[in-house]
């Protein structure tokens, strides 16, 4: 591969690590073709851009961007794959569910949430790990609850108070 070519590959590594707040680092070697495009499929269709990468050339990309991915640096041997994506657990939920038939990918490393995570045992972790809308969706049940509750004993109490008035004008009129 030309220089120029490398230089291109890094730049555009650099872009992507910058730009992405996620990304898992994983082994995919041993997979056969129809696994890799099954895999390739299943990340497209979460919305998770998966490439194969150079160790060598995402060192030097980890180096050249804003992050500080100094602890990445022992997991980048043998194959690498990078998983880009915005929603912090997704690949980890991805990679559950795909290694419920096959061995790999293997879980390397991540960095989600501006936090790294090394190893593969890692992955139960950061399946669980809410992401924003979760998170979201939970502070708005919770802020939601008191009105509801609220409103129904309202809507409840006021139907009890509007028997209790109708009783009260049917006997003063007999």
Same mark, same amino acid.
């Given at each position: 591969?030309?220089?120029?070519? *490398?230089? %291109?590959?890094?730049?555009?590594?650099?872009?992507? =690590?910058?730009?992405?707040?996620?990304?898992? =680092?994983?082994?995919?070697?041993?997979?056969?073709?129809?696994?890799t495009s099954? +895999?390739?499929?299943?990340?497209?269709?979460?919305?998770?851009?998966?490439? %194969?990468? /150079?160790?060598? +050339?995402? /060192?030097?990309?980890?180096? $050249?961007?804003?992050?500080?991915?100094?602890?990445?640096?022992?997991?980048?041997?043998?194959?690498?794959?990078?998983?880009?994506?915005?929603?912090?657990?997704?690949?980890?939920?991805?990679?559950?569910?795909?290694?419920?038939?096959?061995?790999?990918?293997?879980?390397?490393?991540?960095?989600?949430?501006?936090?790294?995570y090394i190893?593969?045992?890692?992955?139960?972790?950061?399946?669980?790990? *809410?992401?924003?809308?979760e998170l979201?969706?939970? +502070?708005?049940?919770?802020?939601?609850?008191?009105?509801?509750? =609220?409103?129904?004993?309202?809507?409840?109490?006021?139907?009890?108070?509007?028997?209790? +008035? *109708?009783?009260?004008?049917? $006997?003063?009129?007999?």
């Amino acid at each position: 591969m030309r220089r120029e070519d *490398k230089n %291109v590959i890094i730049d555009n590594l650099v872009t992507d =690590l910058n730009q992405t707040k996620h990304f898992y =680092l994983t082994d995919t070697s041993e997979l056969n073709a129809a696994e890799t495009s099954d +895999l390739r499929r299943k990340c497209f269709e979460s919305q998770i851009r998966l490439l %194969v990468v /150079k160790n060598t +050339l995402l /060192k030097k990309a980890m180096e $050249k961007s804003d992050g500080d991915f100094d602890e990445l640096y022992d997991v980048l041997k043998d194959s690498t794959s990078i998983m880009f994506c915005e929603t912090g657990n997704l690949p980890a939920k991805l990679i559950k569910e795909f290694r419920k038939t096959k061995d790999k990918p293997v879980l390397k490393a991540a960095f989600v949430e501006e936090s790294i995570y090394i190893g593969d045992n890692q992955l139960d972790s950061l399946a669980s790990i *809410k992401s924003k809308e979760e998170l979201l969706a939970d +502070l708005l049940t919770l802020l939601t609850s008191p009105a509801t509750s =609220l409103a129904s004993a309202l809507a409840s109490n006021g139907s009890k108070l509007a028997g209790a +008035l *109708k009783t009260l004008s049917e $006997k003063e009129q007999v």
